[in-house]
């Protein structure tokens, strides 16, 4: 992330203040996540920065999601948790052959909510910086009608826009089959430009010898070309933050 100006900062905080929040537990660098979502604007980075402080507090009372909370989501196996990529960032791989529409939404949510906290913290080094971000690789291969679902993508993608800016650095999408070309031009509508400036689909073999040099064989599985096994999310042990 590049410096943020002082002053586009200190605006920023004067008008969370008026906005009647604060921004004190937090960094430098978490207020510069806001403003680059915002174009740089102070005000509209307040709004999102307090937005955010409001949605976090009643969706996630306890500061995390409990497995407890997502036993379902989590026992489809769905999600797997790998190591850091080149850069550094966690690598969260999602095979959609294993997943169903939810027939209860507001549990999926919270198991939107739990995986992207959960990839994000895999890249704290001790303690949050705040400008930790993930990659993404969601995977459509033996994908069938009855796994598709475009509410569901959505959500995820809408949940990183509105609470988790500035946390996707890329999102690789494998193995898309015919079908689902008109499924993901209607999907793209919803997203915004950043973000799809970040999604990559991967088919030619050029693209996939890209792939797995960014991402790096010691964090891609076995069967993406990579050297690692595949760790579903909930085997994923987290070290404890320093106070």
């Not at 203040?17 to 005000?43: C, H, W, Y």
């Not at 196996?77 to 999602?94: E, N, R, S």
């Not at 971000?133 to 969601?138: D, P, T």
């Not at 009608?145 to 959505?154: M, P, T």
Request: charged letters at 30%; hydrophobic letters at 40%; proline letters at 5%.
């Amino acid at each position: 992330m590049d410096k943020i100006p002082e002053l586009k900062l200190t605006q920023m905080k004067k008008s969370v203040q008026n906005l009647g929040s604060s921004t004190e537990k937090f960094g430098d660098v978490t207020l510069g996540r806001f403003l680059i979502a915002r174009s740089m604007d102070p005000n509209k980075a307040a709004k999102m920065f307090v937005s955010w402080q409001k949605w976090r507090g009643s969706f996630v009372p306890l500061g995390v999601v409990p497995d407890s909370e997502v036993v379902d989501e989590l026992e489809a196996k769905k999600i797997y948790l790998q190591g850091l990529c080149v850069d550094g960032h966690p690598v969260v791989v999602v095979k959609a052959c294993k997943h169903y529409p939810a027939k209860d939404q507001p549990q999926f949510k919270k198991f939107v909510v739990h995986l992207l906290d959960k990839t994000i913290a895999r890249g704290f080094k001790g303690k949050e910086i705040g400008n930790e971000k993930l990659v993404a690789v969601l995977d459509l291969d033996q994908i069938g009608y009855k796994n598709v679902d475009a509410r569901g993508i959505i959500t995820g993608f809408q949940f990183l826009q509105a609470y988790y800016p500035e946390r996707l650095q890329k999102c690789y999408i494998l193995n898309m089959p015919w079908f689902f070309v008109s499924v993901w031009k209607m999907i793209s509508r919803f997203l915004e430009k950043a973000t799809l400036e970040k999604i990559v689909i991967v088919s030619k073999e050029e693209e996939k010898k890209q792939f797995i040099s960014e991402v790096g064989e010691d964090a891609l599985p076995e069967e993406y070309g990579g050297r690692a096994k595949l760790v579903a999310l909930q085997d994923v042990v987290l070290s404890p933050l320093e106070d």
